[in-house]
């Protein structure tokens, strides 16, 4: 069974955080250019720029990972298109301002930092929460947006920040790296999970490690980041995309996780009851927006059954196939 979103992105909620660790600007490896642009006053965002030639595509990371978890992934594009790849704010390498988590100012920072990069117009290639992010810029600013790929990122996770708002967030059945002794450790623990394994650059951006042990500490992020993105997240309005659209996605969305809700002995019979009371809504809306999807005339689906969240790590050779496939059009 698929690992819930949220399973997916909130990798040990309860961890706590430090301030972010700043590399240095214009680093460069043999993979990617690592660029800071400032996308607000006091706010940078970290950019890979893994070169290439032709138009701009940029990576978008899910919620709960950084650009570094494209590190297979975007090499892949170069020969056809200058790929660069951002990591949102709170998150590893980017700014960690306590305020700003919200679908429209994350779309801005998007916005933003194309104008600092001199990107006039880029395909935009996101997984899960960055799919609000690319809907958000591809309805109010149709200009800067040539196509879209969504990887497994069309649910409606305002639907579920309206759920949620008017109580904590529930615990979830998500990965323990709690007690993990090593960074080997735990890439296996996350490979067992999603089903695939981060590249290295993301276990050392997006975790935190003990210099004399190794040992995992906690997750590189603002503390309250991952919480503050799931509660200002927007409905999605697709109905506004009118370029070009590639969605793949393994067909799974949130009603396997709220139905665990109504049974999960961690939570209270209020909200027990609340996922029992919400889970016919929730099916109605699924199976709506499925089939709004289907009549999108720009739209192209593709469903890897299976795959997970991170469909990428499981399905590497059909992803890649449908993406240069749609970017050749």
């Known amino acids: 069974m698929r690992m819930p979103w949220f399973r997916c992105a909130l990798l040990m909620l309860t961890a706590c955080a430090t301030t972010p660790s700043v590399p240095p ?49 975007a090499p892949e594009f170069i020969a056809t298109h200058h790929v660069y790849a951002f990591t949102r704010r709170g998150y590893g ?13 994350l779309g ?21 929460l960055a799919g609000d992010e690319m809907t958000w810029l591809g309805g109010h600013h149709p200009e800067r947006v040539e196509a879209l790929i969504f990887l497994d990122a069309t649910d409606d996770r305002g639907e579920i920040a309206v759920f949620l708002k008017d109580g904590p967030l529930p615990p979830l059945p998500f990965s323990v790296l709690d007690g993990q002794p090593s960074r080997e ?20 951006q997006a975790y935190e490690f003990d210099a004399t ?4 500490l906690r997750h590189h992020r603002h503390p309250d980041a991952v919480e503050l993105s799931v509660r200002g997240v927007a409905p999605p309005d697709f109905a506004k995309l009118k370029g070009p659209v590639l969605a793949i996605s393994d067909e799974q969305a949130f009603t396997d996780w709220v139905s665990a809700l109504t049974t999960n002995e961690g ?3 209020e909200m027990r009851e609340r996922a029992r009371k919400y889970l016919p809504e929730i099916r109605e809306h699924e199976a709506a927006r499925a089939a709004q999807l289907r009549r999108m005339p720009n739209w192209k689906l593709v469903t890897l059954r299976g795959a997970g969240h991170y469909l990428w790590l499981t399905r590497y050779a ?4 449908e993406m240069r496939a749609f970017l050749a059009r």
């Open 25 to 73: 600007g214009d680093d460069v490896d043999p993979l990617h250019q690592v660029r800071r642009v400032e996308v607000a006053e006091g706010v940078e965002l970290e950019v890979l720029d893994y070169g290439g030639e032709g138009p701009a595509l940029v990576f978008l990371a899910g919620m709960g990972s950084t650009s570094h978890v494209y590190d297979v992934l």
């Open 93 to 105: 390498a980017s700014s960690w301002p306590s305020t700003g988590y919200d679908t429209a100012t």
């Open 108 to 128: 801005n920072d998007l916005r933003a930092a194309l104008d600092e990069l001199g990107i006039a117009k880029a395909t935009l290639a996101g997984h899960s």
């Open 185 to 204: 450790a735990v890439a296996a623990v996350i490979e067992r999970d999603l089903g695939g394994r981060f590249p290295p650059h993301e276990i050392e």
């Open 213 to 216: 042990t190794g040992a995992f």
């Open 267 to 269: 939570v209270s019979e």
């Open 318 to 321: 059909e992803v890649v196939a």
